[in-house]
């Protein structure tokens, strides 16, 4: 499939007036240092240091609860942390959050959508929002809504969406504005094999192109084939990170996880589950 030119990374942003090698300059795409959360008594992320290499396809992956979530939300300034920084291309995303989320695009898990317009309605919305004028946005979402399999729905409501689409449209949300960095909470998630096929094309351009992109997800196999860096996170610390071979370490990145992070019960369920 061949990626159209939303997906490309302008050489100078028309809309911050900087130049590109000052605007981003050669610092990780994302810098994370002792950063922490905390639910009353459960410490939800528990002083994490990870830097995102810029280009990089990063997976994020470790059990439920083991706070993906809450660092992803942290790191694109929807959650306020209780200490660290956190920078996207340099730019710390708590100090200066405008300029931050300017270059980040984000597909956040379970934050409620504008779902009152329509499909076409909310992707233009969210470009229009990100600045950019109303030819360009048009053609965007035109681009998306086509690349997305969501050119059918484009007048539905989004109130009215499977779970499936609306991920897809939050995906076309995330991606309108060409940031720099992606932030992807379980995007493959309620998705149909042909429409993640065709999301996975759409961001191998993007990272080719020069784009980073973060991905949270619980299936190894595709994080093991996609993404070209990974980091294991269980009970709120980094148990593991860096590129795919060096943290999966000759194994698969399942047998590997596995390992890292235990709580197998190789058992095969209670008693009163037999049938026979
Ligand atoms: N708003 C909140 N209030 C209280 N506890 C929370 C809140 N958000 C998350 N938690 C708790 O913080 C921990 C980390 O949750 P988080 O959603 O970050 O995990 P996750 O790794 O994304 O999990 P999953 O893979 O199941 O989506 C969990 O124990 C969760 O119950």
């Known amino acids: 499939m061949s990626i ?44 994490i240091d990870l830097d995102v290499p810029v280009g990089s396809f990063y997976g994020l992956v470790g059990p439920n609860g083991a706070g993906k979530t809450t660092t992803l939300s942290m ?11 956190i920078r996207i ?32 309605q909310l992707v233009t919305y969210s470009g229009l929002l990100s600045g950019m004028d109303r030819p360009t946005v048009a053609v965007r979402v035109a681009d998306l809504l086509r690349l997305l399999d969501l050119e059918v729905a484009a007048g539905t409501l989004v109130v009215d969406y499977s779970a499936g ?14 940031p720099r960095l992606l932030v992807l ?24 192109s020069g784009g980073t992109v973060i991905v949270s997800s619980h299936a190894m196999d595709l ?13 709120g610390r980094v148990l593991a990170a860096g590129t795919i071979d060096e943290v999966r370490a000759g194994a698969s990145l399942e ?15 209670p008693e009163w589950l037999r049938i026979s």
């Open 4 to 47: 159209p030119d939303f997906t490309g990374i302008e050489p100078e942003s028309s809309w911050t007036g900087l130049k590109s090698d000052e605007a981003w300059p050669r610092q990780p795409a994302l810098s994370i240092r002792g950063l922490s959360k905390r639910f009353g008594d459960l410490v939800a992320v528990d002083s």
């Open 75 to 85: 790191s694109t300034g929807l959650m306020r942390p209780d200490s660290g920084t």
């Open 89 to 120: 291309q340099g730019v710390d995303v708590w100090e200066h959050p405008l300029e931050a989320k300017r270059l980040v695009g984000v597909l956040a898990d379970g934050v409620r959508l504008f779902d009152r317009l329509t499909g076409e």
């Open 165 to 178: 689409m609306t991920k897809k449209i939050a995906l076309a949300c995330a991606l309108v504005h060409a």
């Open 185 to 208: 909470d379980e995007p493959f998630e309620s998705v149909d094999p042909v429409s993640a096929a065709n999301i996975r094309d759409i961001l191998a351009g993007y990272v080719k």
């Open 223 to 235: 994080v093991q084939r996609m993404c070209d860096h990974v980091a294991v996170i269980a009970a």
């Open 255 to 269: 047998d590997r996880f596995v390992e890292l992070v235990g709580g197998r019960h190789h058992s095969e369920g």
